[in-house]
């Protein structure tokens, strides 16, 4: 067993450029309106007309002529939404309209329901408008040609409802990225089966195939294979056929069962094969010559998915065309003392909540990387560079930001 690694350590930055400079955005298709949330917009897009496009009425009232000093009004008809008036208000004349409806020609101000007294076709004034009042002019909202949505958007419910607005029901998106899954070990066993002594259930597989499905992927391929080099391979090919993208678990380190580093380098370019980086050192990244990216993860199930948050999900997001790839980092204030590792940057994982003021940052327990629980219900990941003293209570350190808090 060799005792120092062929790979160079290289840093959390240098490795993140090294993954984004391969994962370019793929091919563009265009779906249906109600298909596209969630997706990542293709092209600009582009307000067809003004909107609204003639002035409109924001209140239920009555349209008059602002600074028409009449008594009482000639109340002449009534406009609703979507119904055009028919006649034209003129001095001393009012038409009684709807929230949305299109203001009558003539008129220039509407006047709240609540301040009009109406009785036998007359309407009494009890507030003179200004010019303009309760009116949305042409174009308030949107003006024809605007550009309203940008490639690289991701589409959600406002993104839908401005599609729509503008007649985009044809939407152009980029595709979605595939990935293939694949968990190696003679130690796993299914989850529907109780493990032998010495065997554990494949937990990762799974939580991979969900974050990949997260991070907007479709997994096309996934798999277990043993710590066997034939069926590693064969496992291997497979799965680099069948996606963009090829996540293994496992058998990254320095073991002698660890076969993924010499097999990936067989059938791929190395970009690196270690990271100073905790949990997940030997996190390994290569490309093949047909552009497929492959990840080599490690086992532990903290490291695998952690490295998956910060290193392949970016990836991710990047071949899907999203123009922001990287979590939201934010301040936060430790709420207890916390210890980093002497030498790797570490990301530990912790619930981040809005006190006086603050974000204060409490990490979820014991940081193994084998404790799944460490990252159940965590909402943030905490940047913590390496040192040799505890940081106390109260220090301020940089998070990512998981999920909405
Ligand atoms: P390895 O990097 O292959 O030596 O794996 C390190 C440890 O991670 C193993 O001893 C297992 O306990 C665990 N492990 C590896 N793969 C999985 C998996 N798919 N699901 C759950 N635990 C795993
Ligand atoms: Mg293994």
Redesign the pocket.
Known sequence: MPRVSAYPMVRVDEALEAILAHAQPLGHETIGLTQARGRILAKNVLADDDLPGMPRSSVDGYAVIAGDDAADFDVLEEVTAGRLAHTQVSPGTAVRIMTGGTLPRGADAVVMVEEVDETNGRAILQHRPRRGENVHPPGMDLTRGQHVLSAGMRIGAAEVGLLATVGCAQVPVFRRPTVAVL???D??VEPDQTPPPGS?R????YALMAAAEDAGARVTWHGHALDDEAALERAMRQGLDAADVLLT?????M?TR?LIKPLLDKMATIHFGRVSFKPGKPLTFATTADGTLAFGL????VSSLVTFEVFVRPALLKLGGAANVMRPRVEVVLGHEIRPDPVRPEYQRATVTWEDHHFVARTTGLQSS?RLLSIVGANALLELSPGDNPLPKGTMVQALLLANL
């Open positions: 968990a190696t070990g130690e796993l554990v494949d937990s990762n597989r678990s496992g058998g990254v380190s073991g660890d490690p086992g532990f199930p084998s």
